[in-house]
Nanobody, 124 residues
Framework: QVQLVESGGGLVQTGGSLRLSCTPS????????MGWFRQAPGKEREFVAS????????SYGDSVKGRFTISRDNAKNTVWLQMNSLKPEDTAVYYC?????????????????WGQGTQVTVSS
């Protein structure tokens, strides 16, 4: 059974940094592109970042470009999201997901397995 476990969320002040980690199990990690999404209360799930199988191609949502960096290490079965210059509007539950369906990298429907989410709160 495929499981994705996120960690690294927490409370940080405006301008601070956090690094989220996601470790999948029950799947051959290097076979799959991965992504991060977030969802704030009362809002739809939003694309944050994606990375292809070999780390050769990354993509970002407009609201996080230049501040967030997605990376992966296939030998460690881990994908990270480094978040810098955090803003209160970055407050959300962040989800790691495996891109196992057809569709655009920024579409939640393109991802077939999701983690349970980790809360990120940025105080002003």
């Amino acid at each position: 059974q495929v499981q994705l476990v996120e960690s690294g969320g927490g409370l940080v002040q405006t301008g601070g940094s956090l690094r989220l980690s996601c470790t999948p199990s029950g799947t051959i990690f290097s076979n799959w592109a991965m992504g991060w999404f977030r969802q704030a209360p009362g809002k739809e799930r939003e694309f944050v970042a994606s990375i292809d199988r070999s780390s050769g191609l990354t993509s970002y949502g407009d609201s996080v470009k230049g501040r967030f960096t997605i990376s992966r290490d296939n030998a460690k079965n881990t994908v990270w999201l480094q978040m810098n210059s955090l803003k209160p509007e970055d407050t959300a539950v962040y989800y790691c997901a495996r891109r196992g369906n057809s569709g655009s990298y920024y579409s939640a429907g393109a991802y077939d397995y999701w983690g349970q989410g980790t809360q990120v709160t940025v105080s002003s």
